[in-house]
């Protein structure tokens, strides 16, 4: 649980930028501009490449490499102060913390930033002084838009070893506040997931137990339900791997779906989710994992075979 002075101290101001270790870039070039209608931006050719959304310079790096996998979760200060005041935390309860360099800085476009990793072993970097990009920005396949700026890219899903533990760092060290709990069954398998927020977006961080890869999830959220569904369409046609159909989560309400990336991790394509505001909220515990959808595409196809042997027997 949380104390009153994991409340009140200043912390991360918000979701920054996921790095990601990919060993396909031109399926992540297409992935990201034709399917989630981000730009692309800062294209060192086969070094990788950065994707934008909002007036951020890039919210994504895109890097090669086996792994498949997430690099490293870069969170914003909102300065110096607040990221030595973070550091001292971190030391002061054993964790061990890189300087990076300046050439470390230069390449995720920012002032400064640390390096540590949190009690799954995540590689996390903390920074401030993100550089900002000097027009707006107007997508022309998702053309409502991003919900992003002050409430940051999204939100990302990560393995967690020990839910109490990981609750902890998160609250005490970075000073992200709980929103709330699901914990259900759903088709056979067991779901406890945590979900943390850094600002007004309902989550920006959530973890549970996980397999083999790092990241569960990430999320990118449009302002328009039909950005939603054309999301939806291209990805399909494309011949992209749904994981989860269209459908609602009880918590932060958002209306999505999950497909594979090329990575073979998901990601998450929404709208709608909904606002904490710290004052009135109170942290809850959901039994459903959905209100509505989110099924696995497998489930579908079977169900739609069982029902046409019992038409075609009618016939
Ligand atoms: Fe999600």
Not at 156 to 169: C, D, I, L, M
Not at 248 to 267: A, E, I, L, Q, V
Request: net charge negative; hydrophobic share 35%.
């Amino acid at each position: 649980m949380l104390g009153t002075e994991a409340k009140q101290m200043s912390g991360v101001l918000q979701l920054g930028y996921l790095v990601f270790e990919v060993s396909d870039l031109a399926a992540w070039k297409d992935f990201g501009t034709k399917i989630l209608g981000l730009h692309i931006v800062g294209d060192q050719g086969n070094r990788g490449f950065g994707l934008r959304m909002d007036q951020h310079f890039q919210r994504f790096f895109i890097e090669p490499g086996p792994a498949d996998d997430l690099a490293a979760v870069g969170w914003e200060v909102d300065g110096p102060v607040a990221l030595e005041a973070v550091v001292d935390r971190l030391k002061a309860g054993g964790h061990q913390v890189t300087r990076g360099t300046a050439e470390d800085a230069a390449r995720r476009n920012v002032d400064a930033l640390v390096r540590f990793e949190d009690p799954a072993g995540n590689p996390c970097e903390l920074y401030h002084g993100p550089k900002l990009a000097g027009e707006s920005f107007v997508s022309e396949v998702a053309r409502s838009g991003f919900v992003a700026d002050e409430q940051g890219l999204g939100h990302v899903v990560v393995v967690s070893k020990n839910a109490e533990e990981h609750e902890a760092f998160y609250a005490n060290m970075l000073g992200l506040k709980l929103s709330d709990y699901i914990r259900c069954e759903y088709f056979g398998h067991k779901i406890d997931v945590t979900f943390m927020h850094a600002n007004s977006r309902h989550h920006s961080f959530a973890f549970g137990d996980g397999r083999d890869k790092r990241i569960h999830h990430f999320m990118v959220q449009v302002h328009a339900m039909d950005d939603v569904g054309l999301c939806y369409d291209r990805f399909l046609f494309s011949g992209g791997m749904v994981h989860q159909t269209l459908g609602r989560h009880p918590n932060d309400k958002m209306f999505s779906f999950y497909g594979y990336t090329p990575s073979g991790f998901h990601f998450e394509f929404g709208y709608g989710g909904v606002e904490v505001d710290d004052e009135t909220w109170e942290p809850t515990t959901h039994g459903i994992v959905s209100e509505w959808g989110h099924h696995p595409p497998q489930l579908l196809t079977k169900a739609y075979r069982r029902a046409k042997q019992e038409r075609d027997k009618q016939d």
